[in-house]
């Protein structure tokens, strides 16, 4: 089974690879389709009209954000619900995210160094546990990768900056034209991320002039347009302008807060599993060495390199979601630490042990929190139209979540948008607009 190299990077899956990507396809086919619309997504929806579309494009990026083209794909993918356009996303965000597995896990292995190729039923092992890093060790994962709007922002721009920091690492930085137009696209999603690989490539070119190698120039060139188109957007100085105002000093202290929680419990059993496996190969690895994991210790130094772009921002822009990329690239580092593992059974056996584990922790805990959102979400829909048949202002129960009771709760795999008890609240009233009610409240 092979997968064309100038799509991927790499010349084909491993052993085993696409039958662990498959579950994961399958899984978050399931996992988009019965995540709901929240808050934002609903402020994106309207009768599909191209020419409003592009209005709006045009006024957001003069007035609120550069990110036209994360607008624009928003607003297509929402407005294009009636026709399908729900179906498709889900497909396409699943596809997203099970490539992000793909070029991580090959990605990890080539820094590594690592010659031998897992056996089948390891490389599908493999493939679940860099799957399960991905979806835990972030802070948030519910709402970067699954939140219609979220997942545009955060994971679509991810996936393909590790493409580009793929083809960067393994030399790969020569391709057709498309490829060129697709960096493009990708260095305007997002802008801490697009910053950080741009610096990244114009490093690499640098240092293959230095060696009298081929530069990529046109790679550069056509990220660093992308790059550029996304920080010049006048919306960007509009939207800073409406944030308290956050000296240096103040958002340094914001970005350590955010770095520290980066790491929470959720780490405890992947360090683990790789800690047994770096000193099951001590021998051929000695110890405290390995740690370096070949190049892999790259992926921490660009973690960090993220987290300081962040200084860019006030510390009011801090939320959680901004961090996603950080957590995605320290999850590398243990990916390639993984890689490094010995490929002997006995390790064999505790990673395919601990993989059983942790799947069915991941199921224990996701399958539950998915049915009681979608739950959540058809009872409020249900509620509203059904009073909205009455030609009543819309009246729905209070619902929280958390142990705070909280209208906004994010938490890894869990994001919730509770309805306001203020009509005039900006979400509720897209909420209302959406479902055609001339108000809509919440009330205990």
Partial sequence: ???????????????????GLAICFTFLLWANAVTPLWADDYCRTMPFSLPTIMHIVWGNYNFWTGR?????????VLDLRPYGGLAVFAVVNAGIFTFLVHVVMHLCHHMAGATAMPRAGQGAVRCLVVFLML????????????????????????????????????????????????????????????????????AAAVQAWRQARRPPWALLCSHAAGTLVLGIAPGNYVRMRTMTPSPLADRLDGLLGNLGS??????????????????????????????????????????????????????????ARVSY???????CYLSTLLALCPATPEFGRIMTLGCMGLV??????????????????????????????????????RVTMGPRHKLLYVRKDVIFVGINPDPHNMLTAC????????SVRSAP
């Fill in 1 to 19: 089974m092979k997968a064309p190299a100038c799509i991927t990077c790499f010349p084909r899956l491993f052993p085993g690879e696409g039958v």
């Fill in 68 to 76: 036209w083209f994360t607008t624009l794909v928003t607003f297509l």
């Fill in 135 to 202: 979806w835990w060790l972030p802070r948030t994962i519910g709402e970067v990768a699954l939140w219609k709007t979220g997942a545009i922002g955060y994971l679509w721009p991810m996936a393909g900056e590790m493409w580009v920091l793929a083809r960067i690492l393994t030399g790969r930085t020569h391709m057709a034209t498309m490829g060129y137009v697709a960096t493009f696209l990708i260095a305007t999603f997002l802008e801490p991320l697009s910053l950080l690989l741009t610096l990244v490539l114009a």
């Fill in 262 to 319: 980066l790491f929470d419990p959720f780490w405890l059993p992947f360090v683990l599993l790789v800690g047994v496996g770096v000193f099951m190969g001590r021998g051929q690895q000695p110890f405290p060495a390995c740690l370096r994991a070949g190049r892999g210790w790259l992926f921490g130094v660009l973690a960090l390199a993220y987290m300081a772009c962040l200084l860019m921002f006030p510390r009011e822009a801090l939320a």
């Fill in 325 to 331: 990329p950080a957590s995605v690239l320290l999850a």
């Fill in 360 to 397: 069915a922790m991941h199921l224990a805990i996701v399958i539950p929190d998915f049915i009681t959102l979608a739950r959540i979400s058809r009872d409020r829909i249900a509620q509203t139209r059904a009073q909205v048949a009455l030609n009543r202002p819309v009246v729905l129960p």
């Fill in 431 to 438: 909420f209302a607009r959406a479902m055609g009610a001339s």
